[in-house]
T-cell receptor, first 114, second 111 residues
């Protein structure tokens, strides 16, 4: 069964450093999303991406965040200058079109900012 | 404002019994809802969804009920098994299929 994959599974970085989280969505999906989950809290929407552009973003997704689909398979989330409060699980999700609305989530990347 | 939430943060259920997990939402314009299961250290896993033009949908051992009058959503799990132990989230479609998640209910199955 096709699945969303994410790398790395765990990323440790120092405050102020840049990180890039990578995702490979399900191959025939056209909508892509990033969510984050701070430990013990609910999953929060960050950004949605369709047709090579951001379609919606949350208040969390400020100028320090960016997304990119550099090729036909990868979808990345970049945090330019990490802060301690960016420590969380980051989930990538993808969705097909044609009336199929469910989003499929990857296993997540645990980001730890020290 | 928009919010999706669950009534109880934890639920303990005897193996073999049925489980009912509840969720209240406030956005009457929401047209699509999903239940996700999240096991420790993993991403949310799709369980079942329902559109707002339905009030019930059944899957394998799971049933989702939607009551639009009181803006209430529930997930019923039949014959709960140890593998059902997880955190369960309801999620609401809020624009371009951006999902708003509730706080989650932790289900613990007792042997």
């Amino acid at each position: 069964e096709p699945e969303v994959t994410q790398t790395p599974s765990h990323q440790v970085t120092q405050m102020g450093q840049e990180v890039i989280l990578r995702c490979v969505p399900i191959s025939n999906h056209l909508y892509f999303y990033w969510y984050r989950q701070i430990l013990g809290q609910k999953v929060e929407f960050l950004v949605s991406f369709y047709n090579n552009e951001i379609s919606e973003k949350s208040e969390i997704f400020d100028d320090q965040f960016s997304v990119e689909r550099p090729d036909g398979s990868n979808f990345t989330l970049k945090i330019r200058s990490t802060k301690l409060e960016d420590s969380a699980m980051y989930f990538c999700a993808s969705r097909a079109t044609g009336g199929r609305n469910e989003q499929y989530f990857g296993p997540g990347t645990r980001l730890t900012v020290t | 404002g928009e919010s999706v939430g669950l009534h109880l943060p934890t639920l303990s259920v005897q193996e073999g019994d049925n489980s009912i997990i509840n969720c209240a939402y406030s956005n009457s314009a929401s047209d699509y809802f999903i239940w996700y299961k999240q096991e420790s250290g993993k991403g949310p896993q799709f369980i079942i969804d329902i559109r707002s033009n339905m009030d019930k949908r059944q899957g394998q051992r799971v049933t989702v009920l939607l009551n639009k009058t009181v803006k209430h959503l529930s997930l019923q799990i039949a014959a709960t098994q140890p593998g059902d132990s997880a955190v369960y989230f309801c999620a609401e479609n809020s624009g371009d299929y951006k999902l708003s998640f509730g706080a989650g209910t932790t289900v613990t199955v007792r042997a």
